[in-house]
């Protein structure tokens, strides 16, 4: 029984013909001679999407595209910047790209390997969208790619910390404000947040400028300190709070 809902939730949210080609690409990743990239097609991204063998890009597939964890946003009007902090591979900016036709994206990746993919996956969307590859932190500033992630041997779960002293400082870090200000938009219609922990130090200081620019907000918070910092954080701002599976989803209220 489980199965069967496992599988209708796939057939119904990718489509028939392309639940077919979704497991056939799965079982040729599992092939230890197949290394390249395969392709996902899905109804909810514009474009085929590159995903690689065995590693946990068809994990993060299967959440943005199949259990439709940024379906909560749909409906948003007039979405202008999107904003998303912790990439990955491109497919939740993907998702926004198609779902919101008319928006402009900013997608922000540390890992070279994940921001690699991420290019390719989103280079059809060409003009709408400029990937940066940098970590989000509360102030400009450089940090190193931890050697640990929130869970071992996961890429979506890459984490980056601060140098050790006499430690090399190789990962360029940017924090939300400034990026918006680059970005020549002066509201950012929708920010979502994925980004291993990280939420912790972006949201302890240095935030309540560019947070009252933020119309609609969508983060994973990871342990119990990093929801006690946000929540201090947006008390106040005049959010509508609501929770979706693992996001927190927060909508400024008008008036």
Same mark, same amino acid.
């Given at each position: ?187 950012? *219609? =929708?920010?979502?947040?994925? &980004? !291993? @922990?990280?939420?912790?130090? /972006? ?24 929801? *006690? =910092?946000?929540?201090?954080? &947006? !008390? @106040?701002?005049?959010?509508? /709070? ?14």
């Amino acid at each position: 029984m489980l199965h069967f809902s496992y599988y209708k939730q796939e057939v119904t949210s990718l489509g028939l013909l392309r639940f077919g080609v979704f497991k056939l690409q799965n079982l040729l990743a599992r092939i230890p001679v197949v290394t390249g990239p395969l392709t996902y097609r899905t109804r909810h991204a514009q474009f085929p999407l590159r995903f690689r063998p065995r590693t946990t890009d068809p994990l993060v597939f299967r959440q943005i595209f199949v259990e439709l964890e940024y379906q909560p946003l749909d409906g948003i009007p007039d979405v202008r910047l999107v904003l998303d902090c912790g990439a990955n591979v491109g497919y939740s900016s993907a998702f926004f790209l198609t779902q919101f036709p008319t928006s402009h994206l900013i997608a922000i990746e540390p890992d070279p390997d994940n921001f690699s993919l991420l290019e390719k996956n989103l280079a059809p969307y060409r003009g709408r969208f400029r990937a940066v590859q940098s970590a989000i932190w509360s102030k400009p500033t450089r940090l190193v790619l931890s050697e640990e992630r929130m869970i071992p041997g996961w890429e979506w779960a890459r984490t980056v910390r601060e140098a050790k002293e006499g430690e090399a400082r190789t990962i360029l870090a940017t924090d939300i404000g400034t990026v918006l200000k680059e970005s020549g938009f002066d509201r950012i *219609s =929708i920010l979502k947040i994925d &980004i !291993e @922990g990280a939420e912790a130090i /972006v949201f302890s200081c240095n935030y309540k400028e560019w947070l009252s620019k933020v119309d609609n907000l969508a983060i994973e918070l990871h342990d119990a300190e990093c929801s *006690s =910092i946000f929540f201090k954080a &947006i !008390e @106040g701002e005049n959010f509508e /709070v609501s929770k979706s599976k693992e996001l927190v989803l927060c909508k400024r209220r008008s008036g």
